[in-house]
């Protein structure tokens, strides 16, 4: 017979069994839950419920989404739009210009200071990505239960590429890949899914700025990486390379230097024959046409 003690730790057991049966690990980091320590919930709200924002580019587009999205959930209440107590501006009246001037593209600040004679907080930036990093940085501060009084924090990347190399085929698999097929569905493309907004939502977070969509070094059947270089292919590729880009990432491709003759129907990719150079001339210029800010 159990006594209550073996009752109350079997129940604990199962009920942190059952919550961990309900997350599945999709939202990764970016795991918003709703503050519960009060005191702190209140600070946040009184922070951050009220936001300003333009969102006139798509990549502002999607860093506002994100706010809107983090702070609904962490907050438990979407916060209100106009005059906000957290505002996130490219060039921030509030900062001396030369200080963003200084900052990188996907540098950031966060900021609190004086508002009209209240405090509020900025989140400011020299360029779109930036603000994009700093949204995701302010909502990690949240999610960490950092204080949001007397912010003063400064981001700014170490390097400028910050590369995501895949080594996908076109069939679905992974070369050296142990973690599942490719989430890149080549036969449903351009139609999107919206695990591509979530893949490119954790790159964001985490500064990744390019992508290499694909693995070149095979030519068996179904798995033929260099043709995603052809017309065919680039059609395909061209919406979701403008999503990613609504996120601050560049689209990369990594090509098979025969193809001119794969791709082409050239007799040679010699680089010294005037033909290879014209068609690799002609194909780059299709490309970048075709998907602006290709890598």
């Known amino acids: 017979m159990l ?3 073996s009752i109350i ?3 604990a057991v199962f009920l942190s069994f059952t919550q961990a049966r309900g997350e599945d690990g999709y939202d990764a980091w970016l795991r918003y839950r709703k503050v519960e320590d009060r005191m702190y919930l209140r600070q946040c709200r009184d922070v951050c419920g009220k936001i300003a924002m333009e969102a006139d580019t798509p990549m502002l587009k999607s860093a506002k989404n994100e706010l809107i999205r983090g702070l609904t959930a962490l907050l438990g209440q979407a916060p209100a739009e106009g005059k906000g107590s ?8 509030w900062v001396d210009p030369e200080e963003i001037a200084n900052l990188k593209d ?3 600040m966060i900021r609190s200071v004086e508002m009209d004679g209240e405090t509020g907080t900025i989140i400011t930036a020299r360029t779109d990505r930036g603000i994009l990093y700093g949204v995701f940085c302010f909502l990690r501060l949240i999610q960490t ?4 009084n007397g912010l003063d924090i400064t981001g700014n990347p170490t390097h400028g590429l910050r590369m995501y190399n895949h080594w996908d085929n076109p069939c679905g698999t992974v070369e050296r890949g142990y973690a599942g097929q490719s989430i890149f ?9 919206q695990r591509y907004t979530d893949y490119a939502r954790l790159l964001a977070s985490t500064g990744i700025n390019g992508m290499v969509i694909n693995n070149v070094n095979t030519s068996k059947p179904g798995m033929i990486g260099w043709k995603i270089i052809s017309p065919e292919y680039i059609e395909k590729l061209a919406p979701l390379a403008e999503l990613l880009r609504s996120y601050g990432i560049k689209t990369y491709i990594s090509v098979s230097f025969a193809a001119p003759m794969r791709v082409g129907g050239l007799e040679t990719a010699d680089p010294l024959d005037a033909g290879v150079a014209s068609w690799w001339a002609d194909t780059a ?3 970048y046409s075709r998907i602006p800010g290709f890598g």
């Open 106 to 108: 996907g540098g950031y």
């Open 9 to 11: 730790l079997f129940a």
């Open 3 to 5: 006594d209550a003690r």
């Open 285 to 287: 210029d299709r490309i």
């Open 86 to 93: 957290l505002i996130a501006a490219v060039a921030s009246q």
């Open 145 to 148: 239960g950092e204080s949001l």
């Open 185 to 193: 569905k080549w036969g449903e493309l351009p139609r999107l899914n």
